[in-house]
Nanobody, 129 residues
Framework: VQLVESGGGLVQPGGSLRLSCAAS????????IGWFRQAPGKEREGVSC????????NYAESVKGRFTISRDNAKNTVYLQMNSLKPEDTAVYLC???????????????????????WGQGTQVTVSS
């Protein structure tokens, strides 16, 4: 199970980026996927997650209305569209896959991801003028 994140970079406040999480060696059809981020000196925090079917999505309060998670199983990829970026969004963004995970909210997904998730290496997002 290998996940590879891409799409990070340097962007000005108010700008947008789209992160991708591509699976290699397995198909994402049977996995719930989440995005997490970790800033220097801070704990890793959940950003968003999407159910196996794609019918359920959850977001951290800090990104609601600005970020959108989606999945394209045909491309074996999950995306995180990030709009209206703020300097406090600066972090390494990681995706995680959890097979057949069912969850009711982001906190629940965070728990199962920590126990059973397969993680990517991350992509750096820097929001600065």
């Amino acid at each position: 199970v290998q996940l590879v994140e891409s799409g990070g970079g340097l962007v000005q406040p108010g700008g947008s980026l789209r992160l991708s999480c591509a699976a290699s060696g397995f198909t994402l059809d049977d996995y719930a996927i989440g995005w997490f981020r970790q800033a220097p000196g801070k704990e890793r925090e959940g950003v968003s997650c999407i159910s196996v079917s794609g019918g359920s999505t959850n977001y951290a309060e800090s990104v609601k209305g600005r970020f959108t998670i989606s999945r394209d199983n045909a491309k074996n990829t999950v995306y995180l569209q990030m709009n209206s970026l703020k300097p406090e969004d600066t972090a390494v963004y990681l995706c995680v896959a959890v097979r057949q995970a069912r969850f009711i909210d982001l906190d629940a997904f965070t728990t199962v991801a920590g126990l059973f998730g397969s993680w990517g290496q991350g992509t750096q997002v820097t929001v600065s003028s």
